[in-house]
């Protein structure tokens, strides 16, 4: 098993401070537990340093283990993929026990249960809520808000096909650090569709290289749902001849054809494909 040592997007220590599990592996001024937090605005960046570059980006209601506040800006672990980074703090808040999970691309939350009433904010598909009441085709939330019933499902349910959670997201912005409906990378879209299928899914995609399924041989076909890998880049097959992903020559969630694909990244940037790996059976 690789130590956690080796990959500080995992790791969470900065030097000052570092989780407990960590004790005696490395080097910090003090070893915590933390404590767990929620996102509590639609989405929230996870930052390489504070005011530095997005590495990621957590939900609403997503969890976040907070280490350290300095500044209004806390250090900790996500829940989801053990990346590690800063959040601003005020976009943490106690957490709930959710109950659901927004299952459409994106969902506005009303103040009244009713298609009429002026939404005030809106959230994106795998954000997590906690229904707290029912009103014929809303559901009422923790916020007080209310959200179509159609656009949720319980916490439980989940997708059977990766690619098709992948296509809600066509047309979405290619976002570097993104993972929702607003902006996303060619590794969140990866992750995304994954987990809204029950599936665990690393970050980055040379983490998700090293994750998914098994190699293929060179002379095997191809077949939707295999996931094609560059340095640095990721995408999905739709069927044997055109990948899914989300890339910076669109500036959005695509459609391509995996062989214009693949000669435009090398003839741009020298690199060929990879890998091409094929997923467990869901």
Not at 25 to 54: C, D, I, S, Y
Not at 195 to 202: E, H, T, Y
């Amino acid at each position: 098993m690789e130590d956690v040592k080796d990959d500080p997007r995992i790791t969470p220590a900065n030097g000052r401070v570092a989780h407990s599990s960590l004790r005696g592996r490395v080097e910090a001024e003090r070893f915590v537990e933390g404590r767990w937090t929620m996102v509590q605005q639609p989405m929230a960046n996870v930052l390489e340093k504070p005011g530095g570059r997005r590495a990621s980006q957590l939900l609403f209601g997503e969890r976040f283990r907070v280490l350290e506040s300095r500044d209004g800006v806390s250090f900790g672990q996500c829940e989801r993929d053990g990346y590690v980074g800063y959040i601003v703090s005020g976009a943490l808040t106690e957490p709930e026990e959710p109950t659901h999970w927004v299952a459409a691309p994106a969902t506005h939350l009303y103040p009244k249960a009713g298609i009429k009433s002026p939404p005030e904010v809106s959230i994106f598909f795998g954000s997590q809520v906690k229904v707290v009441a029912e009103r014929e085709d809303f559901l009422r939330i923790q916020t007080g808000h209310f959200v179509p019933r159609a656009h949720l499902q319980p916490l439980k349910a989940r997708y059977s096909d990766p690619v098709g959670v992948a296509d809600l997201m066509l047309g979405t912005p290619y976002l570097w650090g993104g993972c929702s409906r607003w902006g996303i990378d060619c590794s969140g879209l990866v992750q995304m569709a994954f987990n809204a299928c029950g599936l665990s899914c690393p970050r980055d995609s040379d983490q998700q290289e090293q994750a998914i399924g098994r190699p293929l041989d060179r002379l095997e076909p191809l077949r939707r749902g295999d996931i094609v890998f560059w340095d640095g880049h990721v995408g999905m097959m739709a069927n044997d001849r055109m990948l899914l992903h989300a890339n910076a020559l669109h500036m959005a969630v695509a459609y391509e054809p995996l062989r214009e694909a693949a000669a435009r990244i090398e003839a741009k940037y020298g690199t060929p494909i990879r890998s091409r790996r094929r997923p467990d059976p869901i």
